[in-house]
């Protein structure tokens, strides 16, 4: 077994860790091979059993750091909404951009990957360079969604179950699903899109003077 210095070590790590992001977006979990993120990353196929116990490992190393990206970007874009609905808005346009154009993202929330993840999470069993803060973060669409534990704390909804606004919220990422089918014609999506989340919004939220009346 070869013996890597710490720095080594860690330049290898990230090498996997990017290649593996780039073969998981472009073949999908199934098809990516631990030889095709070996050939990327440039080092031998057992070297990577230093690094990894498994594909699935590096997996959800590449989840996670989508998840944490995903985070800091909803983070930064709601920096300067003022109210709830300006929140929601946000969010839902940002999520349903990133489900779009990134394969990652979209097999995130919408592929199913988010069970693997939260699973994984749970389970006894975790990846060894995982840090505790990864390990014992929550729910993965609850910490990315945690605003509907303050909009129903505040009566700013009609819902009175964060949760429940959660999964109305998720619900819309699917309609991706129908971009550029017989369902839904390419030249229509974006407007529809729009109308979708601007009715959810809409229907979701309370007057903003209710509070007053």
Not at 47 to 52: L, V
Not at 65 to 72: D, G, M, P, S
Not at 133 to 138: A, D, G, L, M, W
Request: proline content about 3%; hydrophobic content about 35%; some cysteine.
């Amino acid at each position: 077994m070869t013996r890597f210095s710490d720095d080594d070590r860690e330049r290898i790590r990230l090498d996997l860790v990017e290649a593996g992001h780039d073969c998981f977006t472009r073949f999908g979990f199934d098809r990516t091979r631990v030889s095709d993120v070996t050939d990327a990353a440039g080092i031998g196929t057992s070297t990577f059993y230093q690094f990894f116990d498994s594909k699935e490992a590096l997996y959800l190393t590449v989840l996670i750091k989508e998840r944490e990206r995903l985070l800091e970007i909803l983070e930064s874009a709601m920096s300067g909404a003022k109210t709830p609905r300006e929140e929601a808005e946000i969010i839902l346009r940002t999520t349903l951009g990133e489900v779009r154009t990134n394969p990652l993202i979209r097999r995130l929330f919408v592929g199913g990957e988010i069970r693997k993840l939260d699973s994984q999470l749970d389970g006894a069993t975790r990846e060894t360079d995982l840090s505790s803060s990864q390990s014992e973060s929550p729910q993965t669409f609850e910490r990315i969604l945690q605003q509907p534990d303050e909009w129903v704390e505040c009566d700013d909804v009609w819902i009175d179950d964060p949760d429940i606004v959660r999964g109305i919220m998720r619900s819309v990422l699917f309609v991706t699903q129908a971009r550029e089918t017989s369902l839904i014609p390419a030249d229509s999506y974006e407007a529809i899109e729009e109308a979708l989340v601007e009715t959810l919004v809409a229907g979701l939220f309370k007057p903003e003077d209710h509070s007053s009346d």
